[in-house]
Structures are given as structure tokens and as C-alpha cells.
């Protein structure tokens, strides 16, 4: 039978023109692609436009692209913590911007020259390199989150539009969609696949997936027993907010405590009977798996968790906890016995609507190696022991 879009109960007679809000998650999660590919964008708010490429994909013929779109020269626009390093301060006071600027020397803009700047982690940079810093363009910030968002190094070349851009071949995003994409983004997700997964200590398991319309990649809900009938009859179900670590969950990195916290959940909430184990596709507590990586070589080098994270422009937790709220109503969650040991879980999920009946302590033993980080997260992001 051919396929008849009138038949489908979904698709209404304004299904051809997407809302302005679909439009807003499209244009945001396409640039992120474009800045994840070398190629620049458009960035505008109010009557500014900004052309960007980011400093650690941009290759000669990006730069050469850009150069062809802007008027006046490129400027390199940093987290504050990463420009401090690159371009100290003379006397030492409070950084109180979202975003630095810097003016490299003539000739200077190579993408070998800006990886360095953006990245701790790349090659040092060429001795004698002077970083001037200059006032952040209009609309910096969004740049920076921009980058962000597409799971790059907050580090940005960019400048200001030539006249008469956009280009039909520019991709064009506004700055307010971009800060608004992870809140708007959590509220579109929904339900698109169901399995039953027998899991090892929680035989009577089911896992959901939720996919959001921004094209991101998909977050899971582990369902052990039935949750959603204790949370019907009036109850509140163990739940655990578990962030994705390939590193942790897969491998059984020691580097972490996530394997043991993962198995550790199923197997309390397989006990217990029922449980929900929201499963965030937020890598690396939201930076993703390569500057998590990064996070780990500096980590090496003497910083802590918290401290690395900074080090590459990066806040300590980035963790949008909106995505798990939303999974946890569609599911008919509304209160939770929530498994974790940071005070911070608890408030952000409380703040998106959650109700937590109570806090359960999920600490497990230090392996030997993972004893400085478990401290860290007790002393700097105030983790709970017991
Ligand atoms: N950036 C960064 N992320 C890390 C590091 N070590 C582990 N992670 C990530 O931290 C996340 C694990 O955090 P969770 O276990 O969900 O939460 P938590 O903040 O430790 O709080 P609990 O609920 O008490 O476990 C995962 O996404 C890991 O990939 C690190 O050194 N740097
Ligand atoms: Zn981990």
C-alpha cells in the first residue's frame, strides 16, 4: 500500500511548516555540526552578526572561508579560566565575563597556532607567542556555547559579518535559540522504543528510550519492576540519575566509581523490587568523551576533577538535569527516593519539579586508583559520604 501522510493521526495539515520553536532546536543542533566540521557559521542577535568557526576543527580552508565573510580582523574568543593561561592578567583581579578576546599577531592564524590556544592538552605553544586581549564582541558568550553544545573546546575564532551575509551557503543561528536549545531541547523528548532487557541481579527489566527532536542522541530509562504502578498507588520509587561514562560503564575503568554505581543500582533496585535508572546520554558530567579524556591528561598533570575541567573552559558539571524530569513525568514519576551522593542531583532535580521523598547514600569503597578523585568530589562538590 503506497504511504499516505493524511493517514497518519500524527501529521496534521500544518505538519509542513515546522513551528518556530522546531526551526529554533534545527538551526542550533545544525551549526553545532558545521562547528564540529571546520566550517563557520553565522551567529546573530538584535542587529549584530557574528561569523565563527571553532578553534580546534578549523583547517586552512575554513579560515580562508572565513576570512571572505567578515570585515576587520578575526579574534580568538576563549572560556576566561583558558585565556588566563595563554594571556595572563598583569595584576590579578576577579574575571567577571563570560568570554575573552584575543588579538593575535599578523600572520599568526594558523590552525596548528589556535588547537594550541584552545587546547592544555595540544602542543606548546610556540615560545614567544603574544596573545593581546581586546573588549569581547556582542553576542561572545552565545559563540562560546555554541561550541559547547557541538562537545568542542569553548574556543572560537571569530569577527563580524561583511555586509550583505548571510550567504545561501552559511548557516545562520540566532543567539538566543542557542542558549535556550538545552532547556527547549528536554522538553521535546519523548518515548520512541520499548524492549524487554533481563538485566544481571534485575531480570524483570525494560528498557525506554527517549529520543528529543534536536537530532541528539537518545536517553535511556532502565525500568526494574513496575515504578511507575508504586508511583500510581501513591509512592515514591528508588530512581538513580546515572550520567553515560564509556570509560567507567564499559571498559570497568578504575579511574572512576561509575561501573560499580551503575551494576550497584541495578542489583539495590533489582533487591527492592522496583526502581527507574535514568540512563543521560551526558558524558564526562556533560562534556563529553573527548574533553573528557582531555579532563583525564591534565588530571595527570596535577589538577583535580573539578580544576581540569576549568582548565579547558569548561564548567565543574555541565549536566542538564531537565532531561531527566521530563523522562521520569512521561513515565509517571513525579516523587523519587533518589540514589546519590551529591547534594547538587538532588536540588537540580528538586528545581525541575521532581518531588524527592528521600536521599539514599551510594558510595562504594576507592579502588586504590580512583582515591584522590572520590575525595575530591567529597571536599569540592560536597559529596555526601554516607
Ligand atoms: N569531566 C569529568 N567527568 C568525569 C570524570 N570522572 C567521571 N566523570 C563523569 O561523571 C559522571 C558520573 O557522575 P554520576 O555518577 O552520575 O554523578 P555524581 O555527580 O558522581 O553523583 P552521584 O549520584 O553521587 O554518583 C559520568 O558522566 C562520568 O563520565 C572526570 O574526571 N572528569
Ligand atoms: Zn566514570
Not at 10 to 36: F, Q
Not at 127 to 132: L, P
Not at 182 to 196: C, D, G, I, S
Amino acid at each position: 500500500m503506497p504511504l499516505s501522510i493524511a493517514s497518519d493521526p500524527h501529521i496534521g495539515p500544518d505538519a509542513a511548516v515546522p513551528d518556530a520553536a522546531a526551526l529554533a532546536l534545527r538551526a542550533v543542533h545544525r551549526a553545532a555540526a558545521e562547528l564540529r566540521r571546520g566550517t563557520p557559521v553565522l551567529l546573530r542577535g538584535g542587529d549584530q552578526a557574528l561569523v565563527l568557526a571553532a578553534a580546534e576543527t578549523v583547517g586552512a580552508p575554513g579560515l580562508a572561508e572565513l576570512a571572505s565573510l567578515v570585515r576587520g580582523t578575526p579574534v580568538l574568543l576563549l572560556a576566561p579560566v583558558r585565556a588566563a593561561a595563554v594571556a595572563p592578567l598583569p595584576i590579578l583581579r576577579p574575571v567577571q565575563e563570560d568570554a575573552v578576546a584575543l588579538r593575535l599577531p599578523p600572520g599568526l592564524l594558523d590552525p596548528a597556532l589556535l588547537r594550541s590556544l584552545a587546547d592544555p592538552t595540544a602542543d606548546r605553544l610556540p615560545e614567544g607567542t603574544r596573545a593581546e586581549r581586546v573588549p569581547a564582541p556582542p553576542l561572545a558568550a552565545a559563540a562560546l556555547a555554541l561550541a559547547k553544545l557541538g562537545r568542542l573546546l569553548p574556543a572560537v575564532i571569530a569577527a563580524p559579518a561583511r555586509e550583505g551575509l548571510p550567504r545561501p551557503d552559511l548557516l545562520s543561528v540566532e543567539s538566543a535559540d542557542v542558549l535556550a536549545y538545552p532547556a527547549e531541547a528536554a522538553t521535546t523528548l519523548r518515548r520512541v522504543a520499548e524492549a524487554a532487557v533481563p538485566l544481571e541481579g534485575a531480570p524483570d527489566a525494560r528498557i525506554l528510550a527517549f529520543r528529543a527532536a534536536d537530532g541528539g542522541i537518545e536517553h535511556l530509562a532502565i525500568l526494574i519492576g513496575k515504578p511507575e504502578e508504586v508511583a500510581a498507588r501513591g509512592g515514591a520509587p528508588l530512581a538513580r540519575l546515572h550520567s553515560e561514562c564509556f570509560t567507567g560503564d564499559l571498559l570497568g575503568s578504575l579511574r572512576c566509581d561509575c561501573g560499580p554505581q551503575l551494576r550497584g543500582a541495578i542489583r539495590r533496585m533489582g533487591e527492592a523490587g522496583d526502581g527507574v535508572l535514568i540512563y543521560l546520554a551526558q558524558e564526562g558530567r556533560g562534556i563529553g568523551l573527548v574533553n573528557k579524556l582531555r579532563a583525564y591528561r591534565l588530571q595527570d598533570g596535577g589538577l583535580d576533577t573539578l580544576d581540569a575541567n576549568r582548565a579547558l573552559g569548561w564548567g565543574a558539571d555541565e549536566r542538564n538535569f531537565m532531561v531527566a524530569a521530563t523522562m521520569l513525568r512521561q513515565i509517571g514519576i513525579e516523587r523519587v527516593r533518589l540514589l546519590t551522593n551529591n547534594p547538587e542531583k538532588l536540588a537540580s532535580l528538586a528545581a525541575c519539579g521532581i518531588g524527592i521523598e528521600g536521599r539514599e547514600a551510594h558510595a562504594f569503597a576507592p579502588n586504590g586508583v580512583n582515591d584522590g578523585y572520590l575525595e575530591t568530589k567529597a571536599r569540592r562538590f560536597g559529596h555526601l559520604l554516607a
